[in-house]
């Protein structure tokens, strides 16, 4: 993920290790390693990057439906949790739904899922057009416990990643 500022630097890390740290004195037991642990760090990230983004989805419908629905209510973007999930969600307008959900650790998918043409894939610009399978989002584990997100390989930006698919889930959602 890219760099944070000051002002939006994430505390939870060492929020979680006081708290481990507590539990270790209460408990009794010690474990040194559980740190280096690839899927608590994963679980952690991918968690993160899901409010990051429905935080963005929420900023930037709500602007939409401020400017849009203000003369038709029923052309406004609804927002949605997924039951029985840890932070899925979905935008739904006119029978379109676009759904960002947690598959693994190190996976995050988003697509559309039509009533009439089941799932698909937004468009990217530099696609072939030969898969329509749902992007996925996959995390990477560098030096020092650091997870970036990529999509094809590519480091995401989440606010470029928030704008493509919000622009895409409008254009096929509208009437």
Same mark, same amino acid.
């Given at each position: 993920?890219? $760099?944070?500022?000051? $002002?939006? =630097?994430?505390?939870?890390?060492?929020? $979680? @290790?006081? @708290?481990?740290?507590?539990? +270790?004195?209460?408990?009794?037991?010690? /474990?040194? $390693?559980?740190?280096?642990?690839?899927?608590?760090?994963?679980?952690?990230?991918?968690?993160? #990057?899901?409010? !990051?983004?429905?935080? #963005?989805?929420? =900023?930037?419908?709500?602007?939409?439906?401020?400017?849009?629905?203000?003369? /038709? !209510? &029923?052309?406004?973007?609804? +927002?949605?949790?997924?039951?029985?999930? *840890?932070?899925?969600?979905?935008?739904?307008?006119?029978? #379109?739904?676009?759904? %960002?959900?947690?598959?693994?650790? /190190? %996976?995050?998918?988003?697509?559309?899922? &039509?009533?009439?043409?089941?799932?698909?894939?937004?468009? %990217?610009?530099?696609?072939?057009?030969?898969?329509?399978?749902?992007?996925?989002?996959?995390?990477? =584990?560098?030096?020092?416990?650091? *997870?970036?997100?990529?999509?094809?390989?590519?480091?995401?930006?989440?606010?470029? #990643? *928030?704008?493509?698919?919000?622009?895409?889930? %409008?254009?096929?959602?509208?009437?």
């Amino acid at each position: 993920m890219e $760099n944070m500022s000051p $002002n939006k =630097i994430s505390t939870t890390w060492i929020e $979680n @290790l006081a @708290l481990d740290e507590i539990n +270790m004195e209460e408990s009794g037991v010690i /474990d040194f $390693n559980e740190h280096l642990n690839p899927l608590r760090q994963l679980e952690e990230a991918s968690i993160e #990057l899901m409010e !990051n983004l429905k935080e #963005l989805f929420e =900023i930037y419908t709500a602007k939409f439906n401020e400017f849009r629905s203000s003369k /038709d !209510n &029923s052309r406004a973007i609804k +927002m949605f949790k997924i039951s029985n999930t *840890v932070n899925d969600f979905m935008l739904y307008r006119n029978t #379109l739904k676009l759904v %960002v959900a947690r598959r693994s650790e /190190d %996976v995050i998918t988003i697509g559309f899922l &039509s009533n009439t043409g089941g799932a698909f894939a937004a468009r %990217v610009n530099y696609d072939d057009g030969s898969s329509r399978a749902i992007h996925e989002i996959k995390a990477h =584990i560098g030096p020092f416990n650091n *997870v970036a997100w990529k999509f094809k390989g590519e480091n995401i930006n989440l606010d470029a #990643l *928030v704008k493509h698919y919000l622009t895409e889930f %409008v254009k096929h959602s509208s009437r």
